[in-house]
Nanobody
């Protein structure tokens, strides 16, 4: 069973930065895609950023474009999310996810890391 463990969350003031990490283990295949999602209390989960490992393409939610950057370290099987110019509305639980084997559907999820941005 693939395991994803997020870290790097915390509390920061508006305008600050955080870097989230997602360590993947027990990966017996190379996922076609990995991504970051977030969910704030009372809101639906939303996709924040995705990385398509084949060609290195990335995609972002409009709300984070220009502020967030998704990247990976293939050697260490780690996914990152650099978050700059944080806003209070970015506060949420952030989850890392990996697509299943030969699929573009997210199958494996981490336990989440909390990000809180104060004004």
């Amino acid at each position: 069973q693939v395991q994803l463990v997020e870290s790097g969350g915390g509390s920061v003031q508006a305008g600050g930065s955080l870097r989230l990490s997602c360590a993947a283990s027990r990966l017996t295949y190379r996922p076609y895609c990995m991504g970051w999602f977030r969910q704030a209390p009372g809101k639906e989960r939303e996709g924040v950023a995705s990385l398509y490992t084949g060609g290195g393409l990335t995609s972002y939610a409009d709300s984070v474009k220009g502020r967030y950057t998704i990247s990976q370290d293939n050697v260490k099987n780690t996914l990152f999310l650099q978050m700059n110019s944080l806003k209070p509305e970015d506060s949420a639980m952030y989850y890392c996810a990996a697509c299943g084997p030969k699929s573009y559907e997210y199958l494996y999820w981490g336990q989440g890391t909390q990000v809180t941005v104060s004004s």
